[in-house]
């Protein structure tokens, strides 16, 4: 059957400013988002802009208006086989492939009658991982503000600045669920060094990226160093980077954004098992579009972090719920999504 494609912006603004490592603050999240029509059935992928990346909105626009039509001109087959299609078309756009990839797996899922995670032969349970709820870096009151404001059973506290350690410890006094802490490449080797004693005390939970992408080499020191699980973030984006990180971290996170989609992040997990790591599924402040696709992984991952919807003041679709940690979706075909307004007149 026939494809047809047809796309929308949108623009949330966070409940938060929302700042990490570097200094990087943003107030709202942009996304595309991208509608996938075979027969009767509507598919919907979702991808945030990240500035990190440098691909705004306009570059994924851009890059799908140029070839459009060669999609549409194709024949609808199954997901990998629309991959391979995609992935030849834009080589260089993951984030398109994802928003994409993700929109097909749903058009699929409901050819299919079926939730994704049923076409995998995965069950949902009582026993999957519970989401974090995201602190960016702030002042201790903000932080601590946060908290009281949104009890969680786990939080995710972003690191990176001259305070890190004052304030952990002060959070530590104040609540005593479990933190993971994210650096976002911040640190340096000694400074990582430095923290993992306190880390160790404090009980944290994780470590996120500690060292820049350029000194993924050093992380085999610190790998032998740490007593708390080291998860590569920055430094595991695409498909080949699993097996890079196997030496330097005990886990990766992988971002469906970054790595391009659901189909290659299901490669991604598989190569991980082989290579004895965990598996950790991040967010990129999606809404509940690409929040559900996360979800659709939790019976075969061991962390995720998707509080995207969470973390922004309005949300797009329906389908899915956050409550304490604990994530539900609809049991509907697909994505198990219905957008809360029609993006696409």
């Known amino acids: 059957m026939a494809i047809k494609i047809d796309y929308a912006v949108s623009t949330l603004a966070f409940e938060y400013p929302f700042t990490i490592s570097g200094g990087r603050t943003k107030t709202v999240q942009q996304a595309l988002i991208i509608k996938i029509i075979i027969g009767e059935f509507i598919g919907y992928g979702e991808a945030p802009a990240i500035s990190y990346y440098n691909i705004p909105i306009e570059k994924m626009i851009d890059d799908l208006s140029m070839k459009l039509h060669l999609i549409e001109n194709s024949e609808a087959g199954n997901p990998e086989e629309f991959y391979q299609l995609i992935n030849h078309l834009f080589p260089n756009n993951s984030f398109l492939r994802c928003a994409l990839d993700m929109a097909y797996w749903d058009v699929y899922g409901k050819m299919k009658n079926l939730p994704i995670y049923a076409i995998w032969g995965c069950a949902w349970n009582e026993r999957l991982p519970i989401t974090d709820y995201t602190l960016g870096i702030d002042s ?133 098992r082989k290579l004895n790591l965990q598996v950790m599924m991040g967010s990129m402040n999606e809404s509940t579009i690409g929040s559900a696709a996360i979800a659709q992984f939790l019976p075969l991952i061991d962390y995720v972090d998707m509080d995207g919807p969470l973390l922004l003041k309005q949300d797009l679709a329906t389908g899915l719920t956050i409550d304490y940690g604990k994530i539900s979706l609809s049991g509907k075909a697909g994505l198990g999504i219905e957008l809360i307004r029609d993006m696409f007149n």
């Open 140 to 272: 201790i009151e903000k932080l601590i503000q946060k908290i009281e404001d949104h009890p969680w059973p786990v939080y995710k506290i972003k690191v990176g600045n001259e305070n890190d350690l004052d304030n952990l410890s002060t959070l530590r006094n104040y609540c005593h669920k479990p933190f993971r802490i994210d650096a976002n490449a911040g640190w340096s080797l000694e400074e990582s060094i430095e923290k993992f004693d306190l880390c160790e005390k404090l009980k944290i939970e994780l470590i996120e990226q500690p060292l820049s992408v350029d000194e993924i080499h050093k992380m085999s020191q610190l790998k032998k160093l740490s007593k708390i699980p080291l998860f590569a973030d920055e430094s595991c984006v695409h498909e080949k980077d699993v097996e890079l990180c196997a030496n330097g971290f005990h886990g990766i996170n992988i971002k469906l954004t970054k790595c391009g989609g659901i189909t290659p992040a299901l490669r991604m997990i598989e190569n991980a």
